[in-house]
């Protein structure tokens, strides 16, 4: 069933791909090929670890190479906003540039929402609760 989950996904991508072949809407596009991929790349490591249990560290390195296609398609600022309170230690500057931080951090951090949800699944409904929190947390973000 995961593979063939993963072969429609991919499917509706090469489909998308060659419908809008529109320069306009190339960027758009390729973040799109971006998520879809990741997506599809992660719902595999799931089916890999469920048929083979695979260990953790391969897990990781796994879900490392899924985020590798977001980091690529990511054109957004690489800074963080300062808190208030601690901007008289950076001499009044509102943002903060991370630069290659920024990335690392975006890919850890979908590593672990990856993960963490993989560790509960089999506690029942904590799993659902999870991704619901962390959507929530994703849309608040993005306001």
Sequence with gaps: LYLCVVGLILLC???IVS???D???AVPLAKANAAINSIAVMLLLGFVDD???VRWKYKIILSLVGVISLLLA???PLSVAVPHHLREYLNGASLLYLGPLYLAYMALFCVFCTNSINI???INGVEVGQSLVI???SIVHNI
């Design 51 to 53: 048929v083979l249990d």
């Design 13 to 15: 991508q090469g489909a």
């Design 19 to 21: 419908v809008t072949n």
């Design 135 to 137: 959507a929530v947390a």
């Design 74 to 76: 990511y054109d957004g």
């Design 23 to 25: 320069a306009e809407k």
């Design 120 to 122: 509960l699944a089999g």
